[in-house]
T-cell receptor, first 109, second 114 residues
Framework: GQNIDQPTEMTATEGAIVQINCTYQ??????LFWYQQHAGEAPTFLSY??LDGLEEKGRFSSFLSRSKGYSYLLLKELQMKDSASYLCAVMNSNYQLIWGAGTKLIIKP | IAGITQAPTSQILAAGRRMTLRCTQDMRHNAMYWYRQDLGLGLRLIHY???????GKGEVPDGYSVSRANTDDFPLTLASAVPSQTSVYFCASSDSAEMNTEAFFGQGTRLTVV
């Protein structure tokens, strides 16, 4: 089967750095996405990786290792507004997105 | 306002009733999707449409139907609602189903079937 695994919940402190991991097993690979979803709102796009390595975008970075079936989202200089769920999704060989259940990130002052 | 709009935002529905969730986008995106989101589970694809006039079944299509008569609209119909269809439903669109472009999501419809 196909599955995406990510931690259910993480807690971090304002101003700190947090890394949210995602491991995947899918039928083929056409890229990995990270989305942010605030409570009661729609998911919004954060990043896309298709090649191995690190993609940096402001305070957020995303890393991919295809051989390990692994990605992480790195959030720096955490702000209270970063409290949200972070969704990992992989596009398989049929161009269908397989979604993880999301990681709820709680930021404490 | 550019984007993707869903209606209604929430609904309480009696079991056995028919219900259509509406979704409209004005970005001229070719691909559109319907997902359901349940606590502790990832987004699950119900139906999709790669282009106007075509539709396909996703991971959990039973009890749902869709149509794509034009580029902008992609309604989802529950023919006879059951309590297990209580969920938050998200409509999404992307420029292409086969290019790795980001998906844009509507604000969601919270449906409770009683």
């Amino acid at each position: 089967g196909q599955n995406i695994d990510q931690p259910t919940e993480m807690t971090a402190t304002e101003g700190a750095i947090v890394q949210i991991n995602c491991t995947y097993q899918t039928s083929g690979f056409n890229g990995l996405f990270w989305y942010q979803q605030h409570a009661g709102e729609a998911p919004t796009f954060l990043s896309y990786n298709v090649l191995d390595g690190l993609e940096e975008k402001g305070r957020f970075s995303s890393f991919l290792s295809r051989s390990k079936g692994y990605s992480y989202l790195l959030l720096k200089e955490l702000q209270m507004k970063d409290s949200a769920s972070y969704l990992c999704a992989v596009m398989n060989s049929n161009y269908q997105l397989i979604w993880g259940a999301g990681t709820k990130l709680i930021i404490k002052p | 306002i550019a984007g993707i709009t869903q209606a209604p935002t929430s609904q309480i529905l009696a079991a056995g009733r028919r219900m259509t969730l509406r979704c409209t986008q004005d970005m001229r995106h070719n691909a559109m999707y319907w997902y359901r989101q349940d606590l502790g589970l990832g987004l699950r694809l119900i139906h999709y449409s790669n282009t106007a006039g075509t539709t396909g079944k996703g991971e959990v299509p039973d009890g749902y139907s869709v149509s794509r008569a034009n580029t902008d609209d992609f309604p989802l119909t529950l023919a006879s609602a059951v309590p297990s269809q209580t969920s938050v439903y998200f409509c999404a669109s992307s420029d292409s189903a086969e290019m790795n472009t980001e998906a844009f999501f509507g604000q969601g419809t919270r449906l409770t079937v009683v």
